[in-house]
């Protein structure tokens, strides 16, 4: 059974920073591409970070140089780091990875960034 499990999420003040973490079970995590996706009230889901299984990462404009994805294998865990948070990073943020067509997502943890 795939499990994604977010967890790190919180107030914080802007200009502050978290780490966002999301344990993964029940798939080949050192071969898989992850994904932090974002979900602000009223807008639509948006990719926020991914890295695949060499390491390679893209980002959205409007987080790069401000949050950094990245992984360990032998912890079967993604993690994304987010610094100078802004009130418009306010969301929930939920992990995601695809496998043999299946596209799977965790429940999310909601980050509030307050002005």
């Known amino acids: 059974q795939v499990q994604l499990v977010e967890s790190g999420g919180g107030l914080v003040q802007a200009g502050g920073s978290l780490r966002l973490s999301c344990a993964a079970s029940?798939?080949?995590?050192?071969?898989?591409?992850m994904a932090w996706y974002r979900q602000a009230p009223g807008k639509q889901r948006e990719l926020v970070a991914r890295i695949t299984s060499g390491g390679s990462t893209n980002y959205a404009d409007f987080v790069k140089s401000r949050f950094t994805i990245s992984r360990d294998n032998a912890k079967n865990t993604v993690y994304l780091q987010m610094n100078s948070l802004k009130p418009e990073d306010t969301a929930v943020y939920y992990c995601?990875?695809?496998?043999?067509?299946?596209?799977?997502w965790g429940k999310g943890t909601l980050v509030t960034v307050s002005s």
């Open positions: 995601n990875t695809g496998l043999y067509g299946n596209s799977y």
């Open positions: 029940g798939l080949p995590f050192n071969i898989i591409t």
